[in-house]
């Protein structure tokens, strides 16, 4: 997964119009932009979605952004939900391994009463929302065999710090929101599961996206949130491989592969080492689950 893209859960019409978006998946949401009042509705309205489209050809993946535990909310979301046989949910305010160990085992009973297969149902965890989380960041490796990526997140955190912003006048983060981006692409590589940069949420600005998935991706994130359909084509455009770098982490597959037990290769003048086929190999996988 290259984006995905947030869709209110509540409006049938956002729901259909997300589906031509092009994002890698789309995550229904019933958190934060469905209000109180409408939240039961949401459920089923995202549950008679799900079985609309289950069997639509070349679909995106479909998450569903559920409540947060504290809420009292979840359970009744994973009923619900869990009839529709989502890809995965993705679990808000996460506060480490041990929330995500507990809703592995609400899915693991429901998916026994509706049919599905056990496991088939994959997380990901928003895992810097709230100030303790950032504490927790190391207890996501093995805590689930369903988690599929970590995404870290500025907006509920700065609001829990009572930060007047998050954001300097240029766009760019203050020093702690890029403290907590730096642990959560580590939590994540650490936990062996997809980092996923935070939204981008000035939606007009295309320039500000693009300047920002860039330097995700250069800093190792494979993937991006995304508030608005015109923001997804950017974010795949930029966590594409180029024809180029798909072209020379082949080289350095090949080259390795032409000295078996070598630790240490030569390329193009330079010396390669095991960390340079570790990441030509991810590339190439990245660039496989793009269709490259």
Not at 178 to 199: G, N, Q, T, W, Y
Not at 202 to 215: C, H, K, S, V
Request: glycine share 8%; with cysteine.
């Amino acid at each position: 997964m290259r984006s995905l893209l947030f869709v209110p859960g509540d409006s049938t019409k956002k729901l259909d119009k997300a589906m031509g978006a092009s994002a890698d998946a789309l995550v229904l949401d019933l958190e934060d932009s469905v209000a109180v009042d409408a939240k039961l509705g949401a459920r089923a309205t995202v549950r008679d979605f799900l079985q609309s489209v289950a069997s639509a050809s070349n679909r995106p993946k479909l998450y569903v952004r559920l409540n947060a535990l504290d809420t009292g909310l979840l359970d009744g979301d994973l009923d619900e939900v869990l009839k529709g046989k989502p890809d995965g949910v993705m679990l808000p305010k996460c506060g480490g391994g041990s929330d995500l160990t507990l809703l592995d085992a609400k899915l693991a009973a429901r998916e026994a009463i509706v049919g599905i297969p056990d496991g088939a149902t994959r997380v990901v965890a928003l895992a810097t929302e709230t100030p303790a989380a950032i504490f927790t960041l190391g207890t996501y490796r093995g805590a689930s065999r369903r988690l599929d990526g970590l995404c870290w997140a500025g907006e509920d955190l700065s609001a829990a710090v009572n930060a007047e912003t998050n954001r300097l006048p240029a766009g760019d983060y203050t020093e702690p929101y890029r403290v907590v981006r730096a642990l959560c692409l580590f939590a994540a590589m650490a936990a062996e599961v997809l980092p996923i940069d935070s939204v981008y949420t000035n939606y007009r600005d295309l320039d500000g996206l693009r300047a920002e998935a860039m330097d995700a991706r250069r800093d190792g994130f494979a993937a991006k949130l995304a508030i608005h359909p015109a923001q997804v084509p950017v974010i795949n455009a930029v966590f594409t491989p180029t024809p180029e770098a798909i072209a020379h982490a082949q080289a350095v597959v090949a080259a390795f592969a032409a000295n078996p037990g070598a630790g240490v290769v030569g390329l193009e003048g330079a010396m390669l080492d095991r960390p340079h086929l570790i990441r030509a190999e991810r590339l190439l996988a990245q660039a496989k689950a793009a269709g490259l």
